[in-house]
């Protein structure tokens, strides 16, 4: 049985302004007081929370998303485990207050954090092997992606349909390779 | 990945092919596991893409983005989280079954909140300190190993880790399957918690065949705990596991330390 906060899964999901407002309102100033407290701006807060709904729309889209305990609980502790990465990164141990909240989370509500991140390492590492293409594959990828048809995009960039396809084949073989080829591609579970 | 697979499954999806070379696509599909994962991960990315780059992605991005405006603005912050705790019920009546029951049950939960909650971190503390206590001083090597590696442990030991590694690149470059090479390059990466190299020189040593003992899977699980990102503690399990499936060097440490994380 989901909890009843799946409500804000699906807000995310169908992009309810009405809805993502009272998620806001109700669980944004416990992270951005949770940030402030350990050596993190105003602005890291806003950039923690939204990248990790974002996190949330990304897993909830592109495999499920069974939310078991309350959303305060989980946001808390996917941006908890955010937010120590970044002070990691940027090697800053003054961290002091992170471990104040208990929450009696079941098995599964951490093993979703978790299916979380491993999405978002996948996205993150998809995204920076695209960078590492030539331009014209890139633009011919995005427009793709976009939801533009071979024969939109062949036009867009002034290209016959034919020879769109076939670049199209040739970059996705340079970007699977990249990302195969990647020291992280094993611990990402593909 | 080969481009002549990636012609044939772009040709597949776009629905290119004649129903003969349908049918035999979709045979090699089931027997050729290599164009089965090829064939999962095409579609994994093209998926990923497609969704990252929709419009429904977009829209989302920038009421979210309106929104942390608005709230990190508004917001005022409530200090009181820490005490205003609305999890907690109050017992109203003094009943001593119940109140020692709930405070054997809390007791339970807290106890096992902290395992979960701490897992990772001590997952990582336990890396560390295996590496400060294990790895920081290596032996020299006796026999024929060749006088470079020598050099570069006597480097190491001194932790000039830059000259360290110059030693073994060479060895490295002269014989890219060089055992200790592979393995004293991985921990001259970890030693300077340059993770993604150290990660990638144990894979290949662990990839080397007929090696009478390979430390290469445990490694790559000390790398993974020592880094303490993402899903690393979950995947250093695997292959803490996989080390001691096969006994391979390390197995008494990962046993012990899968009783632990």
């Known amino acids: 049985m989901p909890h ?4 804000y899964i699906e ?3 169908k992009n309810d302004k ?3 407002d009272e998620l806001y309102k109700k669980y944004f100033s416990k992270i951005k007081w949770m940030v402030l407290k350990n050596n993190g701006s105003e602005e890291d807060a806003a950039d923690l929370f939204q990248e990790s709904l974002m996190g949330i729309y990304h897993k909830a889209k592109l495999s499920d998303f069974e939310l078991t305990c309350p959303l305060d609980a989980f946001l808390y502790m996917i941006c908890k485990k955010k937010w120590l990465n970044v002070l990691a990164k940027r090697k800053n141990h003054g961290v002091t207050n992170l471990e104040d909240q208990e929450y009696n989370l079941g098995e599964d509500s951490f093993r979703l954090a978790d299916e979380c991140q491993l999405h978002d390492e996948r996205l993150s590492l998809l995204k920076s092997k695209l960078t590492e293409l030539g331009e014209s594959c890139q633009e011919l990828l995005k427009l793709s992606w976009e939801g533009n048809s071979m024969e939109e995009v062949a036009k867009m960039m002034d290209f016959t349909y034919g020879y769109a396809r076939k670049k ?23 | 990945m080969d481009q002549n697979i990636i012609d044939r499954i772009d040709a597949y999806l776009n629905d290119e092919m004649s129903e003969g070379e349908r049918a035999i696509f979709e045979a090699d599909l089931e027997n050729n596991p290599e164009l089965k994962k090829q064939y999962d991960l095409y579609r994994e990315v093209d998926n990923s893409m497609s969704h990252l780059f929709s419009n429904d992605t977009k829209a989302l991005e920038e009421t979210l983005t309106n929104l942390s405006e608005k709230y990190s603005k508004e917001t005022p912050l409530n200090s009181d989280f820490q005490t205003n705790d609305p999890k907690i019920k109050q017992i109203d009546k003094p009943n001593y079954f119940r109140l020692i029951s709930a405070l054997a049950a809390m007791f339970i939960m807290i106890l096992a909140a902290y395992f ?8 990582q503390d336990l890396a560390q300190n295996y590496f400060a206590e294990n790895l920081t001083e290596l032996s020299q090597t006796m026999g024929n190993s060749e006088e470079l590696i020598q050099q570069g442990i006597a480097a190491y030991n001194l932790k000039d880790y830059n000259s ?8 490295w470059k002269q014989d890219p399957e060089n055992s200790e090479a592979l393995k004293y390059l991985g921990l001259t990466y970890l030693a300077q918690k340059d993770f993604e190299n150290a990660f990638s020189f144990f894979e290949q040593l662990t990839a080397l065949p007929d090696l009478y003992s390979n430390p290469g899977l445990f490694y790559q699980a000390i790398t993974l705990m020592m880094r ?4 690393d503690v979950i995947n250093a399990k695997e292959l803490l596991k996989e080390v001691v499936r096969q006994n391979a060097e390390g197995s008494k440490q990962a046993k012990e330390w899968l009783d632990q994380i």
């Open chain 1, 4 to 7: 009843p906060d799946q409500k």
């Open chain 1, 11 to 13: 807000a995310l999901i």
């Open chain 1, 168 to 190: 199209k084949s040739e970059c996705m073989a340079k970007l699977t390779k990249l990302i195969q080829t990647s020291p992280i591609f094993k611990t990402l579970k593909w």
């Open chain 2, 228 to 231: 303490n990102e993402g899903a």
């Open chain 1, 18 to 20: 009405v809805l993502l």
């Open chain 2, 116 to 123: 979960l909650f701490f897992s990772t971190a001590d997952s």
């Open chain 2, 164 to 171: 360290a590694r110059e030693y073994f690149e060479e060895v």
